[in-house]
C-alpha cells in the first residue's frame, strides 16, 4: 500500500528557503519517476518538479526553474525539495507523489508552505 507523508513547510519570508521531504512507503522512490506538485487556495493543483526514475533527469515548472531542486534520499525512501528565494506566489500545500499521478490517485496530506512579504 502506498503511503506518502509530506513535511517541512512552514512559515518563511519571501527571499527564504525552506527543505520539504517526503516519505513514501509501499514502494521505491528511486525506481520510479517522483514528483512534488503544489495547489493554492481556489487553484487546481500543478506540478513544480519531477525527476525521473533510476536517478534520472530533473525537470521543473517555469515558475519553479532556477530556484527549486528535486532529489532523492535513497536510504530513507524519501523525496525532497530544496526551495530557494521564495516568493509570495509560492504559498501553497505541497504534495509528492509518483509519477503519472492524477486525481483519482492517492495523496499524502501535503505541506503547507506560506511565504510572507
Known amino acids: 500500500e502506498v503511503q506518502l507523508v509530506e513535511s517541512g513547510g512552514g512559515l518563511v519570508q519571501a527571499g527564504g528557503s525552506l527543505t520539504l521531504s517526503c516519505e513514501a512507503s509501499g514502494f521505491t522512490v528511486d525506481d520510479y519517476a517522483v514528483g512534488w506538485f503544489r495547489q493554492a487556495p481556489g487553484k487546481q493543483r500543478e506540478g513544480v518538479a519531477c525527476r525521473g526514475s533510476n536517478n534520472g533527469p530533473a525537470t521543473y515548472s517555469e515558475s519553479a526553474k532556477g530556484r527549486f531542486a528535486i532529489f532523492t534520499d535513497n536510504p530513507k525512501n524519501t523525496v525532497l525539495l530544496r526551495m530557494d528565494n521564495l516568493k509570495t506566489e509560492d504559498t501553497a500545500v505541497y504534495y509528492c507523489?509518483?509519477?503519472?499521478?492524477?486525481?483519482?490517485?492517492?495523496w499524502g496530506q501535503g505541506t503547507q508552505v506560506t511565504v510572507s512579504s
Open positions: 507523489n509518483k509519477m503519472p499521478a492524477g486525481p483519482y490517485d492517492y
